[in-house]
């Protein structure tokens, strides 16, 4: 199993749809979880951190569990705008950080 | 938070011929990552550039090829050496700040002839 594994997409879903991506990792132990977003030819930006069950930011909710190890993250009301990459990085646990990322999921929201 | 800039933001380059990239952040930090993501692509770690060591390179990255330098906590380089088309990608320096966050630099995108 690799280390993180999302479905590269693309998604495509009209404006105001709602969205969610999921994301497996393998290491059962890591602690803390990232989304980030990358738009094309531009470098990928942090959009949600996710340390115990969740995080809710507006449109945005990413969820954890642990016992399926898996994140997802959910998008409500799409807008234009969100279409992007999303990727999720799960950090190695113990010692040094080393963050793993997925390859990234495709969305595209159209008119 | 953490802002960092790379030079140059793109280059066209000869076959054969090296190319340093330049990252510099605005803050002291200690963990650096260099990546590389190729079109279409998620991003491969080249290595880790932790200041006052030897940079820890992943499988299929030797230092020959990719070296590294970090002299200060703000500033790192990587050199992409004796070029192929195949090294034509997009170059891109993390830094790791606050809970584990990770803070990307725009990226040089590199086209090899």
């Known amino acids: 199993r690799k280390e993180v594994e999302q479905d590269p997409g693309p998604f495509n879903v009209p404006e105001g749809a709602t969205v969610a991506f999921n994301c497996t990792y393998s290491n059962s132990a890591s602690q803390s979880f990232f989304w980030y977003r990358q738009d094309c030819r531009k470098e990928p930006k942090l959009l949600m951190s996710v340390y115990s069950s969740g995080n809710e930011d507006g449109r945005f909710t990413a969820q954890l569990n642990r016992a399926s190890q898996y994140i997802s993250l959910l998008i409500r009301d799409s807008k234009l705008s969100d279409s992007a990459t999303y990727l999720c990085?799960?950090?190695?646990?113990?010692?040094?950080?080393?963050?793993?990322f997925g390859r990234g999921t495709s969305l595209i929201v159209h008119p | 938070s953490a802002v960092i800039s790379q030079k140059p933001s793109r280059d066209i380059c000869q076959r054969g011929t090296s190319l340093t990239i330049q990252c510099q952040v605005d803050?002291?930090?200690?963990?650096m990552f260099w990546y590389r993501q190729q079109p279409g692509q998620s991003l491969t770690l080249i290595a880790t550039a932790n200041q006052g060591s030897e940079a820890t390179y992943e499988s299929g990255f030797v230092i020959d090829k990719f070296p590294i330098s970090r002299p200060n906590l703000t500033f790192s380089t990587l050199t992409v050496s004796n070029m192929s088309p195949e090294d034509s990608s997009i170059y891109l320096c993390?830094?790791?700040?606050?809970?584990?966050?990770?803070?990307f630099g725009p990226g040089t995108r590199l086209t090899v002839l």
């Open positions: 993390s830094v790791v700040a606050g809970s584990n966050e990770q803070f």
């Open positions: 990085v799960v950090p190695a646990s113990g010692g040094s950080y080393i963050p793993t």
């Open positions: 803050s002291q930090v200690t963990m």
